[in-house]
């Protein structure tokens, strides 16, 4: 079942997540639900949060469908490992229409448990570490328009408070 994503300034967007404690059916649900709902946006990666859920679950998939090897879910991850530094235009579904260059570290390793509850590990270099980053942030209640500073970060949230009062976000 596709789910509605929430948009910047959804209180469960801007909370940090609680862990997972028992992978139940219902987890097994939310994945394949936040799986189809990260497809149909389109988008390469999507936090329970996004779709009103504070737990600490998220999917990515940088090749959007086109390799099914591509396709990850994460309960609980942790960064294992974090090196270097990429600079990057970026976006979020929960924040339609802003883009924004961000800093990243260009490597991590994330562990945690995969869709069965069983332990994985999983580097990721590039896009791949970017969109780990950027997930783990909305687990710890954080937007990339947070990582901004300054002019930049002001204006973006001016205009969607605009947007907001005109009824449009
Ligand atoms: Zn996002």
């Known amino acids: 079942m596709i789910r509605p994503i929430l948009r910047h ?20 649900t939310l994945i394949d ?33 086109r390799n099914a090897a591509d396709l990850v879910a994460f309960i609980n991850p942790e960064f ?10 970026e976006g979020c579904l929960s924040v339609p229409g802003f883009n924004a260059t961000v800093a990243r570290p260009s490597r991590v390793v994330l562990k945690g448990l995969d869709r069965h509850g069983h332990e994985q590990t999983i580097e990721g270099t590039g896009l791949l570490a970017r969109c780990f980053q950027h997930e783990m942030d909305h687990l710890d209640g954080m937007v990339f328009v947070d990582r ?11 205009k969607i408070k605009k947007l907001a009062r005109l009824g449009k976000w």
Do not use: N
């Open 80 to 89: 294992v490992e974090r090196d270097g530094m990429q600079l990057e235009d």
């Open 148 to 158: 901004l500073r300054g002019l930049q970060k002001d204006l973006i949230v001016r």
């Open 33 to 65: 639900d936040m799986i189809q709902t990260m497809y149909a946006a389109p988008g390469i990666g999507l936090a329970a949060t996004q779709v009103g859920v504070a737990k600490r679950i998220f999917v990515a998939d940088i090749s959007v469908g």
């Open 9 to 28: 300034g959804a209180e469960v967007l801007h909370a940090p997540a609680a862990p997972v404690v028992d992978v139940t059916p219902d987890v097994q």
